[in-house]
């Protein structure tokens, strides 16, 4: 029998409900996307990949460059440690992953397994409605069982997860900017929207006023007469990943997501953090495309595509 289940989002923006558990201990945080210390700081993580698409990690701060509307911006910090990350595991349990939940379960719990003490994360169950079914924690055995627990049945609100995800992760809080999390939504989904109270746009938005890149991984299915309508789910996908500087990926069959699992554990303790101060000082809320380029021949940077400005 499902727990404390989300009857609709928009009860969510008081309140989540979920399983009763221990509370975290979570430090109470500054906005992560603008630490201020006297300045509005802009913070980005960046992947970095060579030709082969495999992960860079010994790059220099000189190798970085930061443009801001076509404007050049001058760093402030520069870390290529393995920050601590807060992160949100998002498994699509509509009815039509009856016969593949099992294996996408052991998938994400192999995932689950690879996060560190210091890190922090949930599990949330969605189909017509959404449940937090295990809160911010980093005990592996809690987030496992969370898992297992997973049922299938009902309809799609993909939407509806990733706004509840965006909202939860907002309320992982630091008190200074030795503690503050690097944010992920890791999001399993094998179909369309279909019953979400809150339409793309609107999730969107959120997405790009957070500092949490999305990850997306699209369970295509089996049938190929459903290909047309798994169509928008795919760009879908893909809008949220590119948006955050995230990343999008596309199987065929069940067994392949413990690599793409993989993949995304490998590229979360492979980034970089950059921050500027931007030239920009207008305080208007305007959205502004961020570039990040490097000098180091055939490698390619990855990060958020802007962010929204102060506002008065």
Known sequence: MRGHALLGVFAVAASVLAAPQAA????????PQVFRSGVDVVSLNITVTDAR????TDLDQAEFTVVEEGVKQDLLYFSKSNQPIAMSLLIDTSASMEERLLVAQHAAVGFAQRIREQDLAQVVDFDSRVEIVQGFTADKAALEKAIRGTASGGSTSLYNAIYIALRELGKVKARSQDELRRQAIVLLSDGEDTTSLVSFEEVMELAKRSET????????PRDPTYLKGFRE???????FAQETGGRSFFVQRAEELTG???????ELSSQYTLGYASKNTKRDGAFRRVQVQVSRASATARTKRGYYAPSR
């Open 213 to 220: 890149s999305i990850y997306t991984i699209g369970l295509q």
């Open 24 to 31: 975290p201990q979570v430090p109470a945080q500054v906005p």
């Open 53 to 56: 698409g495999q992960y860079l």
């Open 233 to 239: 789910a795919e760009f879908v996908l893909r809008q």
């Open 260 to 266: 793409v699992y993989g993949q995304i554990a490998d």
